[in-house]
């Protein structure tokens, strides 16, 4: 299959398919929306809400990746989308009948962030059995282009929906869009090999640590884990500021701060495309390195904003469009090393075990970036933060994936 164009590559197409429209779904924000226009949540339970959907990084992760590599990846895709529609459908109808309640959303949230979990752990174990190891690269470029896509049109796809028909029914489209892709996953033909299923006998806790032992001892991977947990640490920091500062601290309005994102968004999109159509040109190692100090470099300019409004706008849009294009290359070509360089038995645990090493760090660089930022200020904090991002390169800079060519 290496000489074939992967838009081509029916079984690829289908799970590229599959993944965008779950994609569009997932960023509507269904979730939000329902809570802020159906129960008229509070600020403190919004905060409950985003941390009930990112606690199962921490909580099931290292559990997962044990659970992946048990099994065949490809029913797991099709279960955990099934999951996610059901239990979206249950709380839009819920919303519809009335009887909805915070609490309630609570479970939803952390059940459908579990089985998200579980799903990209699975996926990303499943890729490499799906199309050859050579075109990793373009794989993940364009499921990640699809992404950006979708981070850039669903929000404002999401507005006119819950003003058309109402927030639960825009929640029964989210639901909806899981349905569509484990029909497509579902209609993947390629017969998945007996030796993606992990050795049965071993206990709990030594296949957890099976998941450890690829990211510590392969020289690559360790650097690669260590810059990865860094950068998402000091991410951590960036992301629980940036809102604060855009809007109290530059007094900019909050249509600008959705346009930066927006930038973001499309720097994300054009990183996918480049990198999906020269990763073959350049030495995977020394792109790792040049896409994560670039990304780092012009993080910078976003503390460095001031003078007129014009021009604030403006250093904080290039610095938003261009380091998301340089980090989106970053993340891509990170996963593909993983999954590259990871034995298939173990690819499950070791995505698990990846995600929570830095999944976590993120998690916890949030709870650090709020309390400095109360101590020494929001954009004293932010240049902490670029600080961090240049030391997560050393991690890189100092290893042999210097000399990682393909």
Known sequence: MTSTNLNQHRDFVRLWVGQTVSKFGSQIGALSLLAILTLQATPQQMGILATMQQAPVLLLSLFAGVWVDRQRRRPFLIATDLGRALLLAIAGLAALSGWLTMPYLYGVAFLVGGLSLL????YQAYLPTLVSRERLVEANSKLEASASVAEIAAPGLGGILVQLVT???AVLVDAASFLVSAWYVGRIEKVEEETAVAQPDATL???IRAGWQPLWHNRYLRPLTLASATRNFFGGFFASLYSLYILRELGLSPVTLGVLVGGGGIGALVGALWLGRAASRQPIGRMLIAALFISASFAVLTPLAAGPRWLMVFVLFLGQIVGDTALTVYFIT??????????DRVM?????TFE????GAGMFGMLGGGILGDVIGIRPSLFVAVAGFLTAVLWLHFSPLRQLTE
Do not use: K, Y
Request: aromatic share 10%; net charge neutral; charged share 15%.
């Open 119 to 122: 799903f990209n752990i699975a």
């Open 167 to 169: 927030a639960p029914v």
């Open 205 to 207: 806790w030594q296949n």
């Open 334 to 343: 990170e996963l593909t090393v993983r999954q590259m360089l990871t034995d």
């Open 348 to 352: 499950g645990r070791v995505n698990a």
């Open 356 to 359: 929570f090493l830095t999944g």
